[in-house]
């Protein structure tokens, strides 16, 4: 997993507490539940461009996820409370978000990253080029226009 080589254009939180169900014998969360973790983050960033699941279907494109990469370098336990943050890296052609998890000691226990395309639902086929709406959503954290290449 190849580290941010750009800013990220939006980020959000979400804080999980490790439930019981989630753990294994050794009070460790069980390393397939951290993917439902980059979804509750993935959720509020999605919130916060009003434009989560059903703002997509609504809008005519269902998003599916196409890649998906985990890293575990620390446990998570049970109880224990994680800050777990998603940052949008990519839009133009596919939306790229990339996530770490935190404990409460500031330990990012768990990183990775997802790569969703945008998919018409009328027709089922994958675009290439991220739909116009999706540019709409993220204008008010887009730099400005230029004008024949000068910035304004």
């Known amino acids: 997993m190849a580290k941010r080589k750009a800013p990220a254009l939006v980020t959000a939180s979400a804080e999980v507490k490790v ?3 989630d753990v294994d014998i050794m ?3 069980w390393h397939g539940h951290y993917v439902k973790y980059f979804e509750i983050a993935r959720c509020a960033l999605l919130d916060k461009l009003a434009y989560n699941y059903r703002e997509m279907r609504d809008s005519g494109y269902a998003w599916p996820v196409i890649d998906l990469a985990v890293r575990y370098p620390a446990p998570a336990k049970f ?3 994680l800050t777990v943050s998603a940052a949008l890296v990519e839009w133009e052609n596919r939306l790229r978000i990339e996530y770490a998890v935190h404990n409460a000691q500031g330990l990012r226990t768990t ?3 997802t790569v969703q395309v945008a998919v ?3 027709t ?3 675009q290439f080029v991220s739909p116009p709406v999706l540019a709409e959503k993220l204008a008010p954290w887009l730099p ?3 004008s ?3 910035p304004q």
């Open 19 to 21: 439930p019981f169900h």
């Open 27 to 29: 009070d460790v969360a």
């Open 79 to 81: 109880a224990e409370c």
């Open 111 to 113: 990183y990775g990253h």
């Open 120 to 122: 018409a639902i009328a």
């Open 124 to 126: 089922g086929e994958m």
């Open 144 to 146: 400005p226009a230029t």
């Open 148 to 150: 024949q290449g000068q």
